[in-house]
């Protein structure tokens, strides 16, 4: 389905008739460096991946898409360093632990953020920020936000 952005910004997901409220004022934060931080978008889900990499993408964020181990490890390769790296809810525990591993080791000291279901605790303590997985994208912008802003501020991810 298109995404189309109107003049204040928001953005909606365009199905037929209908208009579906998706995102409401969507700019990058005013502190954004220059340059587009770079997030490394993981999922298990394939619509769900696209659709994540998307709203990033309209939010002025550079997006790197994987779907499992072999991409994120030729992500790293090929880029080097991350923004941020996004683990989705839906990959299972130990792939999760793989992947953090590999972006530990290949990317060096790059936040992850992990997306969890509602209702549940967060699947790994490895990563060094943990968010229910968010309904309403405005919440996951935020945070992502947060992160870059903290990052920005000298915090380093664990080793």
């Known amino acids: ?6 003049p204040g910004h928001r953005l909606y997901l365009l199905g037929g008739r209908q208009q579906v409220h998706l995102l409401a004022a969507l700019v990058p934060p005013r502190d954004m460096p220059e340059h587009r931080p770079t997030i490394l978008n993981v999922a298990l889900n394939e619509p769900l991946l696209k659709s994540r990499s998307a709203i990033l993408e309209k939010a002025g964020y550079e997006v790197v898409a994987a779907l499992n181990l072999l991409q994120v490890e030729a992500a790293c ?3 080097r360093v991350f923004s941020l790296v996004i683990i989705g809810y839906a ?3 130990e792939e999760r632990r793989r992947v953090i591993a590999s972006v530990r080791q290949r990317c060096g000291p790059t936040p992850i953020l992990e997306l969890y279901p509602h209702g549940t ?3 790994d303590e490895h990563a060094d920020e943990q968010l229910p997985s968010p309904e309403d994208p405005n919440v ?8 870059l802003a903290k990052k920005r501020k000298g915090r380093r991810a664990a080793p």
């Open 140 to 147: 996951l912008l935020t945070k992502i936000s947060e992160v």
């Open 1 to 6: 389905m298109p995404i189309a952005r109107d």
């Open 121 to 123: 605790a967060p699947v």
């Open 91 to 93: 990959l299972p525990k």
């Open 77 to 79: 390769k090929t880029h």
